[in-house]
């Protein structure tokens, strides 16, 4: 079975910026697009980016179109959530899925302090 390791959350002052990693084990993880969610406190997840299986397309929840940047390292069954000119409305645990299967990891935690 899969399994996806997220990390890089912190907490970081409103404009400042964090990368968030995605570990996938497996040999599943160059042929599945994957995405990135967020859950806040008190609110129900919600979708952030997501990234085809080469790297080539992708989308964004209008919330964080230009500042955050999606990537993937097939060959190091990676994927990162760059994240820019962070608000405090950014704050959330942090979730890293495969698209269409699999289940959730533990997320990572970030803070963005006003």
């Known amino acids: 079975q899969v399994q996806l390791v997220e990390s890089g959350g912190g907490l970081v002052q409103a404009g400042g910026s964090l990368r968030l990693s995605c570990a996938a084990s497996g040999r599943t993880f160059s042929f599945n697009a994957m995405g990135w969610f967020r859950q806040a406190p008190g609110k129900e997840r919600e979708f952030v980016a997501a990234?085809?299986?080469?790297?080539?397309?992708?989308d964004y929840a209008d919330s964080v179109k230009g500042r955050f940047t999606i990537s993937r390292d097939n060959p190091k069954n990676t994927m990162y959530l760059q994240m820019n000119s962070l608000k405090p409305e950014d704050t959330a645990v942090y979730y890293c899925k495969f698209i269409s299967f699999g289940s959730w990891g533990q997320g990572t935690h970030v803070t963005v302090s006003s």
């Open positions: 990234i085809d299986y080469s790297g080539g397309k992708h």
